[in-house]
């Protein structure tokens, strides 16, 4: 069965630094990799994805992940945090799940990210 | 980009009473939606998956006469929560998946969510 794993449930970072946010997965085949935003009482807010290709991937709002295949990771990061970029964050695999016929994301837990001015 | 919409996005209800949370895509056909459910500082948990014009698929431990799920179009499901009890309150997560080659293809996009609260 698929799993992705998100080790910190915090991560705090002073403005203007790097962030990194970790994610490692488990998945049959080739991986369909996603990250995935959530500000408060709202929903999540696709990120970016990694399907195939460049090991690097670009997202939205200055956010790149890097895909390690002999790591099975897909960590996410930023050069440059700001005050803003605080909210909740999850990576996710899709997987096709037999039982019920179709593609299914399996969510890790979340890790929240709090940018201190 | 494409948009999946929920409403209501805030209800707050007394208890033994049925609410009814739509999601609709906005400007896409969505042949697969699913329903998550998110307790505070917890992950999503998939709670159906409902297909176009067939039944909803549950997964363990939901109880499919408690949360109703029609899928009647394209563009259009509907979660009812009947008899709803203080510990049904969560925030509730519908996405809806284009249909593979269309103008979003088979991406997954997630509404804003609906907070229920029963008293």
């Known amino acids: 069965a698929q799993s992705v794993a998100q080790p910190e449930d915090q991560v705090n970072v002073a403005e203007g630094n790097p962030l990194t946010v970790k994610c490692t997965y488990s998945v049959s085949g080739n991986p369909y990799l996603f990250w995935y935003v959530q500000y408060p009482n709202r929903g999540l807010q696709f990120l970016l994805k990694y399907i195939t290709g460049d090991n690097l991937v670009k997202g939205s709002y200055g956010f790149e992940a890097e895909f390690n295949k002999s790591q099975t990771s897909f960590h996410l990061k930023k050069p440059s945090a700001l005050v803003s970029d605080s909210a909740l964050y999850f990576c996710a695999v899709r997987a096709f799940i037999p039982g019920a016929g179709s593609y299914q994301l399996t969510f890790g837990k979340g890790t929240k990210l709090s940018v201190i001015p | 980009g494409a948009v999946v919409s929920q409403h209501p996005s805030r209800v707050i209800c007394k208890s033994g009473t049925s609410v009814k949370i739509e999601c609709r895509s906005l400007?896409?056909?969505?042949?697969?939606m699913f329903w998550y459910r998110q307790f505070p500082k917890k992950s999503l948990m998939l709670m159906a998956t409902?297909?176009?014009?067939?039944?909803?698929?549950?997964e363990q431990g939901v109880e499919k006469d408690k949360f109703l799920i029609n899928h009647a179009s394209l563009t259009l499901s509907t979660l009812t929560v009947t008899s709803a009890h203080p510990e049904d309150s969560s925030f509730y997560i519908c996405s809806a998946r284009g249909l593979a080659g269309g103008p979003v293809n088979d991406e997954q996009f997630f509404g804003p969510g609906t907070r229920l609260t029963v008293l």
């Open positions: 409902s297909n176009e014009g067939s039944k909803a698929t549950y």
């Open positions: 400007d896409f056909q969505a042949t697969t």
